[in-house]
């Protein structure tokens, strides 16, 4: 991780940095303060070969500058700090699951929030200024439904509305370059809730996860 000065917003931030990692064999320290000789753990990953074990933790850190208001969002600092905002992607693709912007210097950063809901996934990303964002999972590339993706090397390449939530079921294993898209069709038979068609694949493994 670069080495970057870091402003911690006590107010903001429930206090003080406070947790120190101890070194062992079962986890691993990616992100960490220092000032001086002191030290204080930001982020920490357990060290597991089954991801089901696997356990992240993050010291939330709110880098925002106090003296500015806008809004219901915090008001970056300059680049010269680092946005500690960003540390829960880096743990997220300590666990498999990489979640990446692609921008312009001038855009704003999408806010991207992902849950689970009836066994599904749920994206809602907040995208003012147009920016791509790229995923790529343990279980494949995502791909949400009512959206076009460009899938490559296993990694989704989409651009959300400025406001959007986005159902996904469909993982795709392809390393070629290829656009896919998935929409809902009529069920048409008895017993059948849902049916998904799902487009321009090109030597894929999928995966899905059902109601």
């Known amino acids: 991780m670069v080495n970057q000065y870091l402003h911690h917003s006590s107010l903001f931030s429930a206090g003080a940095l406070r947790h120190e990692h101890q070194d062992d064999s079962s986890s691993n320290q990616i992100a960490w303060a220092e000032d001086g000789d002191q030290t204080r753990a930001l982020a920490v990953v357990t060290e597991s070969n089954n991801w089901n074990d696997a356990l992240g933790w993050l010291r939330g850190c709110v880098s925002c500058d106090e003296t500015k208001h806008g809004g219901l969002l915090p008001i970056p600092l300059d680049k010269q700090y680092f946005a500690s905002e960003s540390l829960g992607r880096a743990v997220l693709a300590e666990l498999?699951?990489?979640?990446?912007?692609k921008r312009d210097d001038e855009m704003r950063s999408p806010m991207c929030a992902i849950a689970r809901s009836r066994n599904a996934w749920a994206f809602a990303t907040y995208n003012p200024d147009g920016a791509e964002v790229a995923h790529s999972f343990r279980y494949g590339a995502p791909a949400p439904l009512g959206i076009r993706v460009r899938i490559e090397n296993n990694i989704s390449h989409f651009q959300?509305?400025?406001a959007s939530l986005y159902e996904c079921r469909v993982f795709v294993q392809q390393q070629t370059e290829s656009t896919v898209y998935i929409r809902e069709v009529p069920s048409i038979m008895v017993g059948v809730r849902r049916r998904w068609l799902v487009s321009s694949l090109k030597s894929a493994t999928l995966r899905f996860s059902p109601m």
Do not use: Y
């Not at 498999?96 to 912007?101: H, I, M, N, W």
């Open 96 to 101: 498999g699951l990489s979640v990446r912007v």
């Open 160 to 162: 959300p509305d400025a």
